[in-house]
């Protein structure tokens, strides 16, 4: 999908970058910031995208309360997020987590201004209050979760922005949209709204990790998967990842269906992560 | 022991005692997902389909 | 300075409205939000901004922290915020409340778009760390504070949103800048923040509160302020003001001497809040 | 009961004995508003004009 440069709207020919910083407490951001001030300052737009779950959890034991995961039928674990559990979700992704990241940004010279995918109607799409659990063996259907899968994205809002010299910060949640046709802010996963948004802008996607990229097998430092070019490489590349690494792969698998130009899993903690992750430090999937 | 009607095809499906709202139950003779909506009596309802998903 | 309509860039003759909603929890914004949605569907440009002390309090308790407040010598008290009550503050305002009414203005059919003051640095102005206190008597200098006063309103990002056709909902923090030319995000008074929006946008700004309006003496409902107009009514105003309602008809002295087109100082418990002020039912002052 | 040099005047401005740091004392000559910087000895600095101001 790359090669041949294209035309974008600010009159050069590299789309925009979309970065997903993590919310894993092994991912420093540090680094990040001041690569996507030397971005921004040579011209590049981007657009970062933060997650946040180390924070919600920390908040909610903070209040006292406790974090709350289900494991699907399928195997998959994920947070449970209810109507409680949502509100320390807007405290701490949209509010503390981007607030400091957009502080971080400006200070190192970069015009920031953040949203969370409710603004605007930014990241929407169905919300989803009923999960299949499987609880003590048994599998169930619990309802009231605040979650949502992105099926629509503002790019125009962001390419405004965009043109305005803004780099957007992003966060969940995302604009749930119920069958009643109101709307509920509701949970998804960063990784994937990464992805919808490089996916809407055309752009490239850089999901930093705590790892150097996908490995064939984790344990060996050796089997770093370096580049993914078509059909047979990602099917190699998806049954090589494991764990949460599966997720970043599903991510990159939805940006290039939704028209991202390059996907590119890399670690967050190397000098000038995002750059390094363009010049092919870590796998590349086109 | 109880015993509930399938929503899919009518068969009589088996429950065990201890069932809770929410509970998925399979149809011995249909094989449809049954969601147990109330327990006293026991009902039954077509489960939904829902993609495995998650968030943050 | 009103009375000769002038051109505005919606190329309507009216200027945007600037609604300032209560932190207090007497200010209930379900009528302020039906209301907003009535002017938008007619045509006319909204800025909401809000505060929401309480909730910091709130949710300061609910982590098991005290609320700071100090007196000054000139006998005005407000919040001491330290670095941990700021990271509260973020948590409460951009965070909780102001996802909160995004939503609940999406939900009334706005295209509502929620910043704070450090986005794309819409509210800045210097950090002012160190405060005057009274304590146990003694005038003492009390440093580590995080707060500070707009001067300077980014109108632009404002304009071009609200050209766009978005609600823009706006809550502090604001961006405060440093002697070392770094940022900061800093609390600063929501009333005021309203005000300085409204100068820089040549606005009308309804400042909604939990009384009619700013009463000759407050303990007599026939006393009711309806209009101020020039200089020696505004001294009379401000003569007359007590309390809280002090700092409103300081805000609307700002927000006229920025340049707004008139301030509505009204209550916000009654049908159609905003339209209510704008047609007279609270103190306007010109 | 102890004493420290007014930054301003130079003249020696009494101070009590439970001095605080960041507590600001008059100086009895020329009335500058002086800073307690240091308790022990104590260092006084001009006091900062400071507007009233406040947050939410
Ligand atoms: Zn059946
Ligand atoms: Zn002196």
């Known amino acids: ?286 | 022991m109880t015993e509930a009607e399938c929503v899919e095809c009518g068969s009589a499906v088996t429950l065990h005692d201890d069932l809770e709202i929410g509970e998925i139950v399979d149809c011995g003779t249909c094989g449809a997902e049954l969601e147990v909506v109330d327990v006293s009596p026991p009902v039954l309802e077509r489960a939904p389909e829902l993609e495995e998903d998650w968030g943050e």
Chains 1, 3 share one sequence.
């Open chain 1, 1 to 286: 999908m790359t090669g041949t440069p294209d035309l974008y709207t600010d009159g050069g020919t590299e789309p925009p970058v979309v970065v997903k910083l993590g919310g894993a407490r092994a991912v420093d951001p540090a680094g990040a910031v001041g690569d996507v001030a030397h971005l921004v300052a040579n011209g590049r737009e981007v657009v970062v995208v933060h997650g946040g779950s180390t924070e919600v959890d920390d908040q909610l034991e903070a209040l006292g309360r406790e974090p709350e995961y289900v494991e699907t039928p399928g195997g998959v674990t994920g947070r449970f997020t209810d109507e409680d559990a949502m509100e320390v979700f807007e405290m701490a992704l949209p509010g503390k987590l981007n607030t400091e990241l957009v502080v971080g940004l400006r200070n190192a010279g970069v015009d920031a201004l953040g949203l969370s995918g409710v603004d605007g109607g930014l990241l929407a799409g169905p919300r989803k209050s009923a999960v299949r659990v499987l609880e003590d063996g048994k599998r169930k259907i619990k309802r009231g979760d605040h979650s949502g899968r992105i099926d629509a994205v503002d790019d125009g809002l962001l390419s405004g922005l965009l043109a305005d010299g803004y780099t957007p910060v992003l966060s969940p949640p995302m604009l749930g949209e119920e069958s009643d046709g109101d709307v509920t802010a509701v949970n998804t996963d960063a990784d994937r709204a990464a992805a919808a948004v490089a996916g809407a802008l055309g752009g490239e996607l850089v999901v930093l990790t705590d790892v150097a990229g996908v490995y064939e097998d984790p344990d060996d430092a050796d089997t770093l998967i370096g580049a993914v070019d078509g059909p047979a490489d990602f099917e190699d590349l998806e049954a090589a990842a494991e764990g949460f690494m599966t997720r970043k792969v599903m991510a990159a698998k939805e940006a290039l269906e939704g028209g991202a130009a390059a996907v590119y899993v890399s670690d967050a903690n190397v000098r000038d992560p995002i750059v390094a992750a363009l010049d092919g430090a870590g796998t590349r999937i086109d």
